[in-house]
């Protein structure tokens, strides 16, 4: 049976499962920003102060993913649902899309945390980081890019594109969990029913969902491709970090050798003991590296 959900009654378990001392519940809430055509972003505000960083999700994941992140770097800022995950709003056409996101997300950051030092992305936040830096430099003074560059293909991608292309919903919240478990094995069962929670939802029926939508891939095709944002890495001029998995494939070395080919300055780190989702498997270890790269 699933717990009944509180959506910030879980952070002690975050904390007390990666050591980090709790000290009451930290000031967090909900909001959401209109972006146009009738869309809403939605968005963890974490703090009471400007918020210093932008941190965006991976697909099929939202803005809880960074929960232990955020409490390990207890610093103010927002962590955005992408357009179609968690309580953002779906779009009609599925084009979630590095650029299409990024418009979205440029309106919803110059509403809540105009003024932050670093945009943090992982995976479809990371590419889509990468579309913002393009569309709105201006909102971009250092760029995080977690375990994606623009050379992600399907065969890099095949375990991710294997569980996103997984059943729609499920007979119960356990069976969920049981293949969320099969496809994270880096992962504790406690992290996971955690992160199930936040990214699924019961249905009227008694069947469980997930809480995101899916891309409308063009046809013919099985997998985004995103190289073309390799000429908006060649036009970054900030600070710009590289994050990689030691046990993901998502990046590879050619992957990391192109980069620096198109941004030469760029920082690249290496995390080990995590997989693509490094805030989920090294939650302390990413927070170090992230706090390291934006101090003034």
Known sequence: MAAT??????LRDNAAEVGLAWRGAPPVRRDFVDVGAGHRLSALVWGAG??????????AQNAHTWDTV???L???????DLPGHGHSDWREDKAYWPADNAAGLATAIRA???NARAVVGMSLGGVSAIALAGHAPELVRKLVIVDVTPGVDEEK????????????TFTGFEELLERTIAFNPTRSESSLRRGVL???HELPDGRWSWRYDRFQLPEGTTAPDFGALWDEVSRIRVPTMLVRGALSGVVSDDDVAEFRRRLPAVRVELVDGAGHSIQGDRPL????????FVRP
């Open 285 to 292: 270890e990413l927070a170090a590296l992230i706090e390291d």
């Open 70 to 72: 955020a409490l390990a």
């Open 74 to 80: 207890d610093l103010p800022l927002v962590a955005i």
């Open 198 to 200: 936040h990214n699924a």
């Open 5 to 10: 959900y509180d959506e910030f009654g879980m």
């Open 112 to 114: 809540l945390a105009p």
């Open 50 to 59: 400007d918020p210093e960083l932008v941190l965006l999700h991976g697909g």
């Open 157 to 168: 991608a095949s375990p991710i594109i294997s569980f996103v292309a997984g059943p729609e």
